[in-house]
């Protein structure tokens, strides 16, 4: 095997994993996050927070369409930044929400100390609003950001 | 692999119609080929690139998807690949004629590999 393949085994073939699976490290991905842009974009911003080993995603909306308060949910998947660690420096989750005119499929990731969300939006009714895709950036507020 | 059913939209995916190539040429997935399905909606087909050499997960029916809402073309999708010992969604979108793939890989066999999350870029392949 060469490097190069050796590399690229790294990926998935791995059977020198073995269960258990590491814990995924959720509290990384926990805080507030506000939105980087000045302008009103679909999302607002977002609170994280952890019971355990799940995770929960409350988004609050920025402008309408989008719901002023989404709701709180659980992430259904969560991702760590490699095969063979539960760290989420560089990991990511997914959640839906399902609202009376769309549904939206969450992927969130951290990136550089950011969470890119990307939203995927179904809309449930033909109409004129097209299907959306988003992806929005948010930094981590800290205590007494009052921006 | 599981295939669903065709989304029928209303959208014009032509900017994602096209045959895309991994930017890297040590990245996971070596080339995704994106056809115009009947109807207005795209399949997808991937070639992964876990074990060293390109091995063709097949061809799916993607979910297309505007920037706004007023918009009507096409400049993402998402597409979900069933293999067996692992699921891969695919999220993708064109920017500044680059489709950037975020993949989102769980494995379903029990093995102590970490559902992790990836994210690549690909180029199009002009005929």
């Known amino acids: ?147 | 692999m599981t295939v669903t059913a065709p989304v029928v939209t209303g959208l014009d995916p032509g900017v994602l119609v096209g045959d895309w190539r991994n930017t890297n040429a040590e990245g996971s997935i070596a080339r995704i080929v994106c056809t115009l399905r009947d109807g207005g909606s795209v399949d997808v087909r991937a070639y992964g690139r876990y074990a060293g050499t390109p091995a063709d997960w097949g061809s799916v029916p993607a979910s297309i998807y505007a920037f706004t809402f007023e918009e009507r073309a096409a400049g993402a999708f998402s597409a979900r690949f069933e293999l067996g010992e692992a699921r891969v969604d695919l999220q993708a979108n064109v920017k500044l004629g680059v489709l950037v793939v975020v993949e989102l890989i769980t494995f379903l066999d029990g093995s102590g590999r970490s559902n992790f999350f990836d994210r690549e870029f690909f180029h199009q392949v002009k005929r």
């Open chain 1, 1 to 147: 095997m060469t490097a190069s393949t050796a590399r690229l085994a790294e990926r998935w073939d791995r059977p020198d994993l073995n269960p258990p699976r590491p814990r995924i490290a959720v509290e990384t991905l926990a805080g507030s996050w506000k939105k980087t842009n000045d302008k009103q974009q679909w999302i607002d911003s977002l609170i994280v927070d952890t019971e355990g080993d799940s995770l929960y995603v409350t988004i609050f909306g920025s402008a309408p369409p989008s719901p002023p308060s989404w709701g709180r949910k659980r992430a259904e998947v969560l991702y760590s930044g490699g095969i063979g660690t539960g760290d989420t420096r560089a990991g990511a989750f997914t959640a839906h929400y399902r609202f009376d005119d769309f549904d939206v499929e969450v992927q969130a990731n951290l990136n550089l100390g950011l969470l890119v969300v990307a939203t995927f939006v179904t809309c449930r009714h033909s109409g004129p609003l097209s299907d959306r895709f988003t992806r929005e950036f948010f930094y981590r507020a800290v205590d007494g950001d009052r921006s």
